[in-house]
Structure formats: structure tokens, C-alpha cells
């Protein structure tokens, strides 16, 4: 209750300060707004608490002050303007989202419902998606309760988390008001689904030149996937793959539908043979925006900053309100999501250029611009920096995964793009050819953000870049989409139109059906009932800030479900987050072959105490010879804990 309460608060307040800030945007928009706002606000105030006390419900509540405050500031700063009321405009937009932004909201939160943690027979079941991602984003939340920031890694301990953090520590507050882990993650990412959809699908009406232009913007947005379905169904009366060989031909007809929906990473959007077809274009909803809670954040935060900085500048509207909002908004996203910080600042430039060529007023700019640098710096210098200086980060590469390891390009340039992207990239390129300033300038913003991402890595993972690429062809389908209902209006004298609009949804918008088709059915456990049974122990029975020699596979009870520190956690992240993990993996291998001969292994990593299961096994991990050595504290359904003595 305590935390439904508090979420309640901040949305109230969210609701109540774009009313207050912008009373003439039109309802629809007002309060989507303030609902991100109101989850913007979520995020950083209690994280702010949290720099001078630790992580706890106290801090929740004190954070609810300064948001009473920012509330009485937002009436303070309000304008004489009466706010908009309900109006036809309105009615045609909400019937818009219930027709497209509805289904895919409901799509959205079933996913997070059975991708995250979903009980089945006393054991916890994820997705395909978030098969990967999940155990650290879990650990994250978990361990930041209690603690003050700035916080280390719990799977690195001793490294500043330098992480864009905010998204799981939102998890925090409300595991902190008493929420279960489950509800603490798939809620808040279920209501960041519910405003990301109708989000763009708004953003769109207000850029695009009719509604129907900005439904196809939206579907080519949520539904990408370009050509890889035709490898799919390429010869489909032969059996040309088998199992990790050509697996996207295995079997025949139906059975290709088959592997596609049943097999691991083998949908014709992203596949896991990337040097076999060079299928890289994820779907976003699949691949992005179900799995990676700092994506989903990011994206929550970036959609209402890009229809607050594009609708000032098609209505050329100076409204201080609007812009410094912007701003702020702009400002908190390193930590949200530092991919979609870039993004923003990036096309924010490319549009401040093109607004000085032209020698328009520059005030409103200088207001968004000032305001988010100065709210972004700290973060940047004191977090993103910090971790971005590591090796691996900011390197020159060409061509983005078409190039592997710099050894050359798989596909040709355009081919690559052409065949990943589909339909919807011709039409941005034929929407050049009208005289549509407008459009130009968005893909101006566009360009700006596909040049760097195309020639540098921004992080050691190469696939990373999407991150930027999709923020781009959020900007790139509007015109798309613009030209489409063009062409379609040119063509009412051909009779075949119908036809013709079947046809091309078919091609375009397959791959991404499919995508989102397998990520639906997809089911894997993750953690079991002895993994939870384990992790009820150490709960109860352990300090928070003790410490754990473990393995390091992905998915780890003891980091991901208490909230503890393990000495190391897997390459599968902290390799690329830019950290290198050789020294401490390569002596807990040594202390579990050889426990007697390196016993002072978990004193020198400062553990408390030495798990033995499966994954410890594996290393070597003999359960006679660490009970010479240390005491059993748990010893039930194939996992042994062992406590370090003191000293």
C-alpha cells in the first residue's frame, strides 16, 4: 500500500506541474507529459536523498518533500492562460491510440509480466529477451537498497557503479516500501511501456501531417524488422539448416515457423548466426524495449523531450516553460539512459545549427541548451566518464556490425542497411525528393545521430550502437511515414491501391510480427526453488554488506536475489562495461581447485563467505576440501555456504 501510494503521489504531482507549466498543450499531450514527468521525478528525487542518507523508506519519504516543493514551484511559475480543455482534436487523437498505442500498451505489459520473474511451480521463468540482461539489472536493485550513492558495483566490489543506474534503483524505492522484487520491477516497467507507445504514437501526430501518417510512423517504428523474413522462407520446400548451422532454413514450410518461434535468437529481425545472414536490425519492442530497462527508461524520458524541443520549433513557440522543462528533462537522462542523452544531444545540435544558419532568435535555445548542460554535467563527469574512460570505449569502427572486428564488410553498404531496415528506409529516401523543409530538418537531426554512431563505438559492445540508431529512426520514420500516405493519395485513380498497401505491409512489417510472435511464447526458467530457497537464507541470516566468493555465471542467486556483494561477476557485462575481470576470476579458479593452497583468496577479496553449487563445481569446487577449512552455515539442496573466519 505504502508504495502505490507513494507512486501515486509522484504521477499527481507529474500531472499537476505540466498543467500548471504548459495549460496550452491539448489534454492528450498534457497528460501524457505529466505521467512521464511524474516517473522522471521517481527516478531522481529519491536518488538525490539518497546522496546524503542511505536507500531506505525514510529516504522515499523525504524525497516526497522536495516534490511538494517542485509542485508549489510549478504553481508559483504558472501562466494567467486558462488550460486547454477536451476538444475534438482531442477525441480524433485518443480514438488514434486506442486503435494502435492501446494494443501494443497491453502487449507491452503482458511481456513484462511473463518476462520478469514469473512464478511456475515454486520456480522464477523469464523470456528469451530477458534471459541475459535481467540478473544484473536485478542485481542492481537489489543491492542498492540500504546503501547510499554513489554506490559500487555488487558484482565488482570496489568499482564506482558507473552504470546508468536509475531505472533499477527505481526498483529500489519501492523494494523499499515493501514491494516484492517482482512487483518492484515488472510495475514500474509495465506503466514506462504504457507511456513509451502512446508517447511516440503522440509525438507523431504532432509531427507528421496527418493521423494516418503518424499511425504508419508509429507501426514502422514498433514493428521494424525489414527483409530477414524472405531468408526464412527462401526455398521453403528444403531442408537446408540444421541446429547453429543455416538454423534459419532448418526444416520445411511450416516447420521454418516453427524454429523461428521455438529456437533460441532465430527470428529473422535479430539472429543469433550474425555472420551467417547479417540479420541485426532488432525488433525494438522484442529486443530493446522488454529487456533493457535502461532502453525502456530512456526512451520514457527522450520521447517527451523530443515533442517539447519539435513542437517548439515547428510553431516556432518561445514559451520559457516549455523549453526549460526540456531541459531538465534533457538533464537527468545520463543516468536514465546515457545512449539516449546522446542521441538527444546530438539532434539538439544538428536543430541549433540549422536555427542559427537561418537567424532565427536563439534565446529558447540557449534556455534548453544551458539548462541541460548544467543538470548533465555532474553525471557526465562523475559517473558516465568515470567508466567510459575504461578501455574499450570510443574507438573508430566503420559500418557498425556489417564490419566485425574491423575485418571488413559482410554485406555491401547500402545491401546491409537496405535489407535490415526494409521498405521504410526507400521511403525516407524518396521523401528527400520533396520540397518539405520540415522533413528535412528532422532528418537533419537524424543524420546527425546515424553519422557518429555509424563511425564510432561508444562502448567495447559493437551491437551497443543501436542504442543511437533507433533514436535516429524514431526521427527518419515521420517522413517516411509522411511520404507513404503521399504516395498513397497520388495513387486513387489505380485501381490494384488496395492491393498494392497489403503487399507492401506484408513485406515490411513480417520480420517484426515475427519477432514480437516468438518473444511472446518464449518461456525459460531462471532461478529455481533451491536457488530461491538459498537466497531466503542468506536474506535472512546474513549481513547486508557481506560478501560472497561464488562463480560467475549470469545467473546467480546470491547477487541477483539478495542483494549481496559476490567478489566477480561475469564478462558477460562487466567485459563490456569497460571493466577487466582476469585477475579475480583466475584466483577464485585457483582457490576452488586448490583450497588449502590459496586459502587467503576470500580474505584478500574481503568475503565473508564461499557458496559451493553447480557453477562452483565446474571451477573445481571440492565440498571436502573447503570443509576442512571453514564452517558449514547451509548445506541443503545442492548448495553449501561456507563462513570465512574473521581475520
Known amino acids: 500500500m505504502n508504495g502505490a501510494i507513494f507512486l501515486t503521489l509522484y504521477l499527481l504531482a507529474g500531472l499537476w506541474t505540466v498543467r500548471c507549466l504548459l495549460p496550452r498543450q491539448r489534454v492528450i499531450a498534457r497528460i501524457w507529459l505529466g505521467l512521464s514527468l511524474g516517473v522522471f521525478l521517481i527516478m531522481w528525487l529519491p536518488a538525490l536523498v539518497a546522496f546524503l542518507r542511505p536507500y531506505d523508506a525514510a529516504a522515499q519519504w523525504l524525497s516526497v518533500a522536495a516534490l511538494a516543493a517542485l509542485s508549489g514551484a510549478a504553481f508559483l511559475l504558472k501562466p494567467s492562460a486558462q488550460p486547454e480543455r477536451f476538444s475534438d482534436e482531442d477525441r480524433k487523437d485518443l480514438r488514434l491510440l486506442l486503435l494502435f498505442a492501446l494494443p501494443m500498451c497491453l502487449l507491452g505489459m503482458y511481456l513484462q509480466y511473463t518476462h520478469v520473474l ?24 537489489t543491492s542498492l537498497e540500504g546503501k547510499a550513492l554513489p554506490a559500487v558495483y555488487s558484482i565488482l566490489p570496489g568499482t564506482r557503479l558507473g552504470y546508468p543506474f536509475l531505472a533499477d534503483s527505481l526498483a ?64 521453403a520446400g528444403v531442408d537446408l539448416g540444421a541446429l547453429g548451422q543455416n538454423q534459419l532454413q532448418q526444416g520445411t514450410w511450416l516447420g521454418r515457423v516453427a524454429n523461428i518461434l521455438n529456437g533460441w535468437y532465430q527470428t529473422p529481425a535479430n539472429h543469433a548466426e550474425f555472420s551467417t545472414y547479417n540479420l541485426r536490425w532488432s525488433n525494438i519492442v522484442a529486443d530493446m524495449l522488454v529487456p533493457q530497462r535502461t532502453f525502456l527508461a530512456g526512451w520514457m524520458v527522450l520521447l517527451p523531450c523530443l515533442y517539447l524541443v519539435m513542437g517548439g520549433m515547428k510553431s516556432e513557440d518561445r514559451d520559457t516553460r516549455r523549453w526549460a522543462l526540456a531541459g531538465v528533462m534533457a538533464g537527468g ?38 539548462t541541460a548542460f548544467l543538470l548533465a554535467l555532474p553525471q557526465v563527469v562523475f559517473f558516465t566518464f568515470r567508466q567510459s574512460g575504461q578501455e574499450g570505449f570510443l574507438r573508430f569502427h566503420f559500418n557498425w556490425v556489417n564490419n566485425l572486428g574491423g575485418a571488413g564488410l559482410q554485406d555491401g553498404y547500402l545491401w546491409f542497411y537496405l535489407k535490415n531496415v526494409g521498405l521504410p ?76 498497401a497489403v503487399l507492401a505491409a506484408g513485406v515490411m512489417f513480417t520480420t517484426g510480427t515475427l519477432a514480437i510472435a516468438r518473444e511472446a511464447v518464449s518461456d525459460y526458467p531462471m532461478f529455481s526453488r533451491e536457488d530461491l530457497a538459498l537466497a531466503d537464507f542468506v536474506k535472512e541470516n546474513t549481513p547486508r554488506d557481506s560478501r560472497f566468493v561464488t562463480g560467475f555465471q549470469h545467473i546467480n542467486p546470491i547477487s ?27 584466483a577464485l579458479r585457483a582457490f576452488f581447485q586448490s583450497p588449502e593452497a590459496y586459502a587467503d583468496v576470500p580474505i584478500r577479496y574481503g568475503a565473508d563467505y564461499i557458496l559451493l553449487g553447480h557453477e562452483e563445481r565446474m571451477l573445481g569446487g571440492n565440498k571436502e576440501a573447503l570443509d576442512r577449512l571453514f564452517d558449514v552455515v547451509y548445506d541443503e539442496n545442492g548448495y553449501t555456504l561456507f563462513r570465512v573466519p574473521e581475520g
Open 333 to 370: 537522462l545520463p543516468l536514465v539512459h546515457t545512449h539516449s542523452f546522446l542521441a538527444l544531444a546530438i539532434c539538439s545540435a544538428a536543430w541549433f545549427i540549422h536555427t542559427l544558419i537561418r537567424k532565427k532568435r536563439l534565446s529558447h535555445w540557449l534556455l534548453y541548451g544551458v
Open 172 to 235: 529500489t524505492s519501492f523494494l523499499a516500501l515493501g514491494w516484492s522484487l517482482r512487483d518492484a520491477m515488472v510495475i514500474p516497467a509495465a506503466l514506462m511501456m504504457a507511456l513509451v507507445f502512446p508517447g511516440y504514437l503522440i509525438l507523431a501526430r504532432r509531427a507528421c501531417a496527418s493521423r494516418h501518417a503518424a499511425a504508419l510512423a508509429f507501426l514502422f517504428v514498433f514493428l521494424n524488422g525489414g527483409f530477414g523474413f524472405l531468408y526464412a522462407f527462401d526455398m
Open 425 to 500: 528506409l526507400l521511403l525516407v529516401i524518396f521523401s528527400l525528393f520533396e520540397r518539405n523543409p520540415w522533413h528535412k530538418r528532422l532528418l537533419l537531426g537524424a543524420l546527425f545521430i546515424f553519422i557518429p554512431a555509424e563511425m564510432v563505438l561508444f562502448q567495447p559492445n559493437a551491437y551497443d550502437n543501436n542504442k543511437l540508431f533507433y533514436a535516429a529512426w524514431a526521427l527518419a520514420a515521420i517522413p517516411a511515414a509522411d511520404y507513404a500516405v503521399l504516395s498513397w493519395n497520388r495513387l486513387k485513380a489505380v485501381h490494384a491501391r488496395p492491393l498494392m
Open 560 to 586: 541477483s536475489l539478495t542483494g549481496r556483494e559476490i567478489v566477480v561477476g561475469p564478462d558477460l557485462w562487466l567485459y563490456y562495461h569497460g571493466f577487466d575481470t582476469e585477475e579475480r576470476q583466475s
Open 118 to 141: 514469473r512464478p511456475v511451480d515454486g520456480a522464477l521463468h523469464v523470456g528469451q529477451a530477458t534471459y541475459g540482461d535481467l540478473p544484473l539489472h536485478l542485481a542492481i536493485a
